[in-house]
């Protein structure tokens, strides 16, 4: 651990010694934040519209104001600004892994839930997509399955854009910045009438590329990407109202910016390539939401689509050899339908039922180029994943003493997963095939139960949580041995307390959250025997343990302050590879011990005779680290520190921003791998300096 995390200590341990807020929402208008309460905001992924305070357990909230502050254009740029969140950005958009209190997938499905506007993201190869007009996220940490089903063992972010009927205007942002960088958004939110609305944003954005393939002597992950999304919402009469939210991204990205690692002098060679490497990627999604509003019911139904079409194409051996080229193409069409029925009046009995079924069609070709035999591997994978799912929550107040809550949750989840593969060799001009076969399918049935007590005295809030994860098997989109085709379900036992209280009159709002989680038949990446890609295997069982805790102070003479911070101590229990490999007792990679996110601002207000309105100064520091990358911790990135930096300038509906990321130029790795006796690494981005106009119309 560097001098740099030690710099920050004594602030933590100071804020410590009380109790700490998460990362919270914060009004735009600061004048109005004397009569704001972060514990009356509604958390729209409890499901049962619960009060952040009301929720026993461990939820961060980020405003469209603190994207704004903290630069956040990805889901990779919460890391660190939510306790014990981390994403790493390497690769390309199709490298997307999230990871929650160590819980998290390098490949395959993810185990952290996404959703976006109400549909379900449950590829990673989309959670990459590029933010315009977000008005909030919301991350709920520790095990989410009684609720969300599949793909949310390590817990969900709900990611809502800004809704019309709540917000008009028309508002144009154009930047531009070093590397080639520029980006340009429009949108236009409109309410012609008390019972229609609807809004229509597009968001264009470029950059030359932040790393040089000096074999090519050109930039080697350059970026081009359009967003469009369309909203409609009426209200059909005082309790039934539909609303349409679609949106669309085309993004064609240069990746794989990977250097030889001296392991030996700690060096890292110059990007070389012979060959271009790319991801380009088509992204579709589509929501139609239902509501109907009763005197004591309230009736929900969202019907999804997405649809994916990607191309990878790699210079597998990151090299200036002709050695190995992989194209990988690929389809899916997902299709989801879930109906909620849920109490509304506030009575003492809080109660939710649901079903939910989705369908997942996948149509995957691989063609794998070995130069040096003159031949080609090509395999296609027809792969389509059904399921089913019912589950009720009931939340009980005044249980046995005043002010004491119980929460029952119980889902019962079923999948069947069907594959159907083809392997043929293309050698000398003749194609020989090599497996033609439909696999038998594979099916699941699983309750997922949890149950939470909450306390609570005056404002402060106390709560204990006990809840079951489970992330279902599958098949490997790549394996060279039958015994590698599959790989097992994933299950665990979590346990949390926590603490929300405001602080001071309200001047802080404080929550900090112990978790323990062990879990059994965890889904590790490991090479295939080849080298030439990856595949899930199951280890034997883990464990996770730490403590997240932030602390949000109310804005006060224009200056506002917060901070997040969480430990997370994950490791293999027991995970014996074979005879001579034994990884137990080593740390999970991916994992940060620590992440540290801290923002300042101060907002000047000017005389109304200026030129400017206000001037606006701001800081955000986030920090990660011990990171191992291998699951034999040969090796790690230790802990360091991004100062990202921005100065705003305004006068009513004008706002220009000079902004810089990364501003002591850190150097630092965001990507490590072992492929044989070669080491690569990506580094870090560098320091990047811009200027942002914003237009309110």
């Not at 236009?188 to 609807?198: D, E, G, L, Q, R």
């Not at 339908?337 to 995957?364: C, H, M, P």
């Not at 926590?498 to 602080?503: A, I």
């Amino acid at each position: 651990m560097n001098k740099q995390f030690y710099s920050f200590v004594p602030l933590f341990v100071g804020v410590a010694s009380s109790v700490f807020a998460q990362r919270a929402f914060v009004p735009a208008d600061t004048s109005k934040m004397s009569s704001y309460e972060l514990g009356e905001v509604t958390v729209v992924a409890s499901r049962s519209n619960a009060r952040f305070k009301d929720i026993p357990a461990s939820v961060s909230l980020v405003s469209s104001r603190a994207i704004v502050e903290s630069g956040v254009k990805t889901l990779s740029a919460i890391t660190g600004i939510t306790p014990n969140v981390f994403m790493p950005d390497y690769g390309s958009k199709l490298t997307a892994p999230i990871y929650i209190r160590g819980v998290g997938s390098k490949i395959n499905a993810p185990s952290v839930g996404l959703y976006v506007d109400r549909v379900p993201y449950f590829e990673k190869a989309a959670f990459a997509f590029d933010f315009f007009d977000v008005e909030q996220i919301e991350v709920l940490r520790g095990p989410q399955g009684t609720l969300y089903g599949r793909n949310t063992m390590g817990g969900i972010i709900n990611v809502i854009t800004k809704s019309p009927m709540s917000y008009q205007g028309t508002s144009l942002n154009l930047s531009a910045g070093t590397y080639g960088a520029y980006s340009v958004t429009a949108g236009h939110y409109a309410k012609p009438s008390k019972s229609f609305a609807y809004s229509l944003a597009a968001s264009y954005l470029h950059n030359d590329g932040f790393y040089k393939n000096t074999y090519a002597g050109s930039m080697v992950d350059g970026l081009g990407s359009f967003g469009l999304r369309n909203r409609l919402i009426w209200n059909a009469g005082s309790k039934l109202s539909f609303e349409n939210i679609a949106s669309f991204e085309r993004s064609r990205q240069g990746a794989y910016p990977y250097s030889l690692f001296d392991a030996a002098t700690g060096t890292v060679a110059p990007i070389k390539y012979n060959e271009y490497s790319f991801y380009n990627r088509n992204l579709f999604s589509d929501a139609v939401v239902a509501r109907y509003s009763g005197s004591g019911i309230e009736v929900l139904s969202t019907t999804a689509y997405q649809y994916l079409s990607d191309h990878q194409a790699i210079d597998q051996d990151f090299s200036e050899l002709s050695v190995n080229f992989v194209h990988q193409l690929q389809k899916q069409n997902m299709v989801s339908q879930e109906l909620i029925l849920r109490s509304k009046s506030d009575t003492r009995i809080a109660w939710l039922v649901g079903a939910y079924g989705f369908a997942q069609f996948f149509d995957n070709h691989v063609n794998v180029a070995t130069y040096a035999k003159s031949q080609n591997d090509l395999k296609w994978y027809l792969h389509d994943i059904m399921g089913f799912a019912l589950f009720q929550q009931v939340t009980v107040k005044d249980i046995l003493l005043k002010r004491l809550n119980l929460t029952f949750g119980l889902r019962l989840d079923a999948e069947k997963d069907v594959l159907d593969y083809r392997y043929d060799v293309v050698a000398g001009g003749a194609t020989s095939s090599k497996e033609d076969v439909v696999y038998p399918s594979q099916k699941t049935l699983k309750l997922l139960p949890k149950v939470a007590l909450g306390y609570s005295v005056g404002d402060v809030s106390f709560y204990g949580a006990f809840s079951t994860g489970y992330k279902t098997g599958g098949f490997n989109s790549t394996f060279e041995r039958p015994e590698d085709l599959q790989f097992g379900p994933e299950k665990s036992k979590n346990y949390e307390v926590g603490v929300k209280s405001p602080l001071f009159s309200k001047l802080l709002y404080g929550d900090v959250a112990l978790f323990y989680i062990d879990w059994d038949n965890q889904q590790i990446s490991q090479s295939t025997p080849s080298g030439r890609g990856s595949m899930l295997k199951n280890a034997g069982k883990s464990r996770s343990r730490g403590v997240e805790a932030s602390l949000l102070l109310t804005p006060i003479a224009g200056f506002d302050a917060s901070l997040s911070y969480g430990y997370t101590d994950a490791s293999f229990v027991r995970y014996i590879v074979n005879g001579k490999t034994d990884y137990s007792g080593n740390y999970i990679p991916y994992v940060p011990a620590h992440s540290l996110g801290i923002q300042v601002g101060k907002v000047f207000i000017l005389p109304s005779n200026s030129l400017l309105s206000s001037v606006r100064f701001g800081l955000t520091y986030r920090g990660a680290g011990k990171v191992y990358w291998t699951d034999s911790n040969s090796h790690a990135q230790s802990y360091y520190g991004v100062v990202d930096g921005r100065v705003s300038f305004i006068r009513k509906g004008v706002q220009l921003d000079l902004w810089g990321k990364n501003l002591t130029d850190n150097s630092f790795e965001s990507f490590y791998f072992e492929m044989g006796s070669k080491k690569f690494v990506q580094m870090g981005k560098p320091l990047q300096l811009g200027v942002t106009l914003s237009l309110k119309l």
